[in-house]
DNA sequence: AACCAGGACGTGA
DNA sequence: TCACGTCATGGT
């Protein structure tokens, strides 16, 4: 299937290189001015490249379940100001406070559970990288906060679907509506080599592809990538 | 003023 | 396995 590779040409070409993930604590950054969104370091694969960078892309990767990256922002940014932004630190903190510093992205009393569970795991690995398994019998750790874990934290060139991955490829007509996630995934790792910075890349092109033409209320068939590499797009299009 | 966001889990069929 | 319901804040 060399569609997902054009494809992926085709995103990069219109976006360019995404920065992902984005972290708080990067040179430059302010941490203690929130909704910034500055932490996007696009072109600069060598992060993370200290152990609290690694710790908060796992935790923002929790914090951002069906949340907003502001509002994830903005939690992480507490946390920082609070210097609990490390796992021993953040161990110490107490219930109420984590709860308080991570409200912005709702969920909070399930995220400090999730949040507390995946630190106690994490101080346990002692600088090793840890398994999808491993990761995935955390509770509160599903298939895509583990993906983008080994991936963005750790990485390790494992695809993440999300739901705007579903959204997209399912419009394209490359997979059903309610595909399952490992499913698309294989689509992807299938026809793609297992190259780091190409998985963080296309990850990332995906969500901007569709923040900008795959919102809700948006019609997708306005999709540029529609006219693109559907070949009965013509069909289709009265 | 509904609707949604870079999900995951629990439950009952 | 499948289809819902629940969790919760902040932006548009």
Redesign the pocket.
């Known amino acids: 299937m060399q569609i997902i590779q054009q494809i992926y040409k085709a995103l990069y070409k219109e976006y360019g290189p995404q920065g ?3 972290l708080i604590d990067y040179k430059g950054n302010n941490p203690t001015k929130t909704g910034s969104i500055k932490g996007y370091h696009p072109g600069d694969y060598n992060l993370p490249e200290t152990q609290n960078q690694r710790f908060e892309i796992c935790i ?2 929790i914090l ?8 994830t922002e903005r939690a992480l940014t507490n946390l920082k100001k609070l210097h609990s932004l490390a796992p021993t630190p953040l161990m110490i903190l107490q219930d109420d406070e984590l709860k308080l510093a991570i ?2 992205t ?6 400090a559970k999730k949040i507390r569970g995946f630190t106690e795991f994490y101080i346990t690995l002692n600088d090793r990288t840890p398994t999808r398994e491993e990761l995935l019998s955390i ?8 993906d ?1 874990i080994l991936l963005y934290a750790f990485k390790i060139p494992t695809f993440v679907i ?3 991955t579903r959204r997209i490829f399912s419009n394209l007509g490359l997979i059903e509506k ?1 595909a399952e996630y490992d499913k698309i995934k294989s689509l992807f790792e299938n026809n793609l080599k297992p190259n780091l910075i190409v998985y963080q890349e296309y990850h990332a092109l995906i ?1 901007e592809h569709a ?1 900008r033409h795959y ?2 209320k948006t019609e997708h068939i306005l999709c540029p990538l529609y006219q693109k590499f559907v070949k009965w797009a013509n069909f289709l299009i009265i």
């Open positions: 992902w993930w984005p923002g990767s951002t379940q069906n949340t907003g990256w502001v509002n409200k912005p709702g969920y909070f009393n399930q995220k509770w509160g750790i599903g298939k895509e906060t583990a983008s999300d739901a705007y309610n969500v923040k919102s809700k």
